[in-house]
Structure formats: C-alpha cells, structure tokens
C-alpha cells in the first residue's frame, strides 16, 4: 500500500493490487465532540451518507467497499481529475455540465465548500463526484450560502460563481425549518 497523503487531517492509502483507496481520518478533538453529540456525521459514515444522496440524484460516486467512523475504503475509478483532463481537452461541453453537477447538488440541499476541479473526476462524459466527506445536508452550516458562493469564485472564478449563483434555488428559511422537522420526525 502506497501513502499518497498524510496531514493532520487525513492519510489517503492506495492499494494498487486491490485497486482501491482507504483513507484515515484525523478530526480535532473538538469535531470529535460534535460527532459524539451528534451534531456532525463521522466523516468516514457521511462520506457513505452522501454518496447514497447523489447517487440519488443520479451522479456517480466511487463504490464504497467499507465505511467506519474514521475510515472509509472505496474502489478505484480509472478517471483523470477534472481538472487533468480540462488540462489536455478542448471540450466545450464539459463547463456546461460541471455547472450542472454543481446546481444539482446544491439544489438537492446538499453543500460544499470546494468544488475545485481536483474534487471531481470526468471520463467519456460523466462526472465521478469524490471526497465527500466533507459534504452536508445540514441546515446549520456556519457559512450557508454566502460561504459556498465565495469559495466558489475563489476556486472556479466570478463567471461560474453567477451561474451556480443564477440556478441555486433559494429555499426560505421556513422550508429549511420545515425539512428539518421532516427529518427529526422520519418522513424524509
């Protein structure tokens, strides 16, 4: 097993022979806490979580083969990143559908703070949406709209920014509530 990453956060392991990744995550003690109390999914568990939502949504995800609190393995997809292969392509498509991906995914209630192009993988026309586990659906995100909005310009340029911009829904805070109560009592 080869390491291809290992911070403070996390370390990325690649098993060539088995042809999957695992990765091992490090949280602080206080994103410990908010796992405990249930505040935060485990990264490793909201990693599996989010990959059902957009699979859902009908985009790929990698195929998890195991899901642990700090861990998760999932196989290898044969897939440059998106930002490999924008580098070696003239397509003129794939913006369009990035752009897509993106509004699908917020659109679904789900946010990010760094859909950059390394985060995405893209073959024969379809998008391999990875690292997720630092998605969430939550409705009590410190940086809501504005945050993802700005991350957004910072990794992908103002351009992209106004169209993901131009096709997020803005849910009200009243239906954020109300899908929140949804969720406490079962029905979603």
């Not at 990744?21 to 505040?39: A, H, I, N």
């Not at 195929?63 to 490999?84: D, F, G, H, N, S």
């Not at 993988?121 to 998605?135: A, N, T, W």
Request: proline share 3%; glycine share 6%; charged share 30%.
């Amino acid at each position: 097993m080869t390491c291809l990453r290992k911070n403070h956060k996390r370390s990325v392991y690649y098993d060539k022979s088995a042809g999957q990744y695992t990765k091992y995550f490090t949280p602080k003690f206080e994103l410990k806490l908010k796992y405990w109390l249930r505040l935060r999914k485990y990264p490793g568990l909201n990693f599996a979580y989010i990959a059902r939502k957009l699979q859902a949504l009908g985009l790929n995800t990698p195929q998890i083969i195991e899901a642990e609190k700090y861990k998760v393995v999932t196989r290898e997809i044969a897939a440059p990143t998106l930002r490999e292969y924008l580098q070696n392509s003239n397509d003129p498509n794939v913006y369009e559908q990035f752009v897509d991906v993106v509004a699908r995914i917020l659109n679904a209630g789900i946010s990010f703070f760094d859909f950059n192009q390394g985060n995405f993988l893209y073959k024969d026309g379809q998008f391999y949406v990875i690292d997720l586990e630092g998605y969430t659906d939550s409705v009590f995100i410190s940086r809501g709209k504005a945050g993802v909005l700005y991350r957004i310009e910072k990794d992908l340029g103002a351009p992209f920014r106004k169209e993901i911009e131009r096709r997020w829904v803005n849910e009200t805070l009243a239906q954020k509530v109300s899908g929140l109560f949804q969720k406490l009592r079962g029905k979603k």
